[in-house]
């Protein structure tokens, strides 16, 4: 079972809709959790970080479910300019590595 | 403040050379990563330099890939008798140090786009 796994998508919305990504992760001992986001042939860039209570960032909404070891992704009222790559990152803290995701494609459609 | 910078940006090698790409992380970061993406793929981890630990190397595709930090900052990845399959973007990340169990996020420099003809 790989470490961290996304459903590649890609995802196809119209405009406004409210879609919900998530990403699950093998080891329980994970600590760290992020949703990044990556542009076409761009770098990726931080989106959010996960917290245990569950965190918003105005349309993005990150929850953890430790029980069931996943992350998700919630984008309200989505806009064009949210079609992108997102990514999500696990870490294990200490001196070990985080793992990222192979990414779950969003397309936003007028 | 300064980002993390990556060089060159672009670089075209011929079969059988071998290249140079260099990381200067963020100031104070002690965490540097080495990732490379092929279109349309995922990042592929390479290395992971953290402070003064011995390196993970366990991403590194084969033993003409190398990678060193010097004085905690500074990375080159070096790839001795370029493939064509060595072509992809080579991406470089770095971060604050682990808190405990916490990772901080990691910020990642611009890429160096690989083309081995």
């Known amino acids: 079972r790989k470490e961290v796994e996304q459903d590649p998508g890609p995802f196809n919305v119209p405009e406004g809709a409210t879609v919900a990504f998530n990403c699950t992760y093998s080891n329980s001992a994970s600590q760290s959790f992020f949703w990044y986001r990556q542009d076409c042939r761009k770098e990726p860039k931080l989106l959010m970080s996960v917290y245990s209570s569950g965190n918003e960032d105005g349309r993005f909404t990150a929850q953890l479910n430790r029980a069931s070891q996943y992350i998700s992704l919630l984008i309200r009222d989505s806009k064009l300019s949210d079609s992108a790559t997102y990514l999500c990152?696990?870490?294990?803290?200490?001196?070990?590595?985080?793992?990222f995701g192979t990414g779950t494609k969003l397309q936003v459609i007028p | 403040g300064a980002g993390v910078s990556q060089s060159p940006s672009n670089k075209v090698t011929e079969k059988g050379k071998d290249v140079e790409l260099r990381c200067d992380p963020i100031s104070g970061h002690t965490a540097l990563y080495w990732y490379r993406q092929s279109l349309g793929q995922g990042l592929e981890f390479l290395i992971y330099f953290q402070g003064n630990s011995a390196p993970d190397k366990s991403g590194l595709p084969s033993d003409r890939f190398s990678a060193e930090r010097t004085g905690g900052s500074v990375s080159t990845l070096t790839i001795q008798r370029t493939q064509q399959e060595d072509s992809a973007v080579y991406l470089c990340?770095?971060?604050?140090?682990?808190?405990?169990?916490?990772?901080?996020?990691?910020?990642f420099g611009p890429g160096t786009r690989l083309t081995v003809t």
């Open positions: 990340a770095s971060s604050s140090p682990p808190r405990g169990q916490v990772n901080y996020e990691q910020y």
């Open positions: 990152v696990v870490g294990r803290g200490g001196y070990q590595k985080v793992t």
